[in-house]
């Protein structure tokens, strides 16, 4: 709980900043990705499925976010439901068709097998990368992001390659 405190204060702060700077890129954007959690103590732990996002520009720096997806274990048959929402904090360079971020952000887990589940919860960071194919930072997007954080004892990278529709 204090971890969640602690980061929801930040994204205030975050949040509050950033107004200042300039507004044109605000907008929603909705998306989908194929999602692959790599465990770094487990080989037989890693995980692979979809997972679907909605976020908003906030500015050319900030951006809010929630994200859900669903795996599978790739070894034996159970399930990994991951929950995430925090903050991108990055920059598109002056240019119409690329930004790059860090990531910042609370993932909750799920590991679920025929009806025994258990649940972790930490804070995650990661990088990301955002294509505008199109060029402008509205439309159709290709994004590739990668999340770390500590679940179980151990841990673990989330992969997140997809698409994205910003309005």
């Known amino acids: 709980m204090k971890k969640m405190l602690h980061m929801l204060a930040a994204l205030i702060v975050l949040t509050a900043a950033c107004f200042a700077q300039a507004q044109d890129n605000r907008g929603f954007y909705l998306g989908a990705a194929y999602v692959v959690t790599i465990n770094d103590d487990c080989s037989f732990c890693d995980t692979s499925g979809i997972g679907f996002e909605a976020g908003y520009d906030i500015n050319n720096l900030l951006s809010v976010e929630v994200r859900k997806a669903e795996n599978e274990y790739d070894d034996f048959s159970a399930d990994l439901s991951l929950t995430y929402f925090g903050i991108n904090v990055g920059h598109n360079f002056n240019t119409e068709w690329f ?60 992969v997140y390659a997809g698409v994205a529709y910003k309005f």
Do not use: M, N
């Open 99 to 158: 930004r790059l971020y860090t990531k910042i952000g609370y993932i909750d887990a799920e590991a679920s097998e025929d009806g025994y589940s258990e649940s972790d919860s930490d804070t995650a960071l990661g990088i990301g990368v955002r294509f505008s194919p199109q060029g402008g930072q509205k439309g159709l997007q290709l994004k590739v992001e990668t999340l770390r954080s500590e679940l179980w004892g151990s841990y673990d990278t989330t």
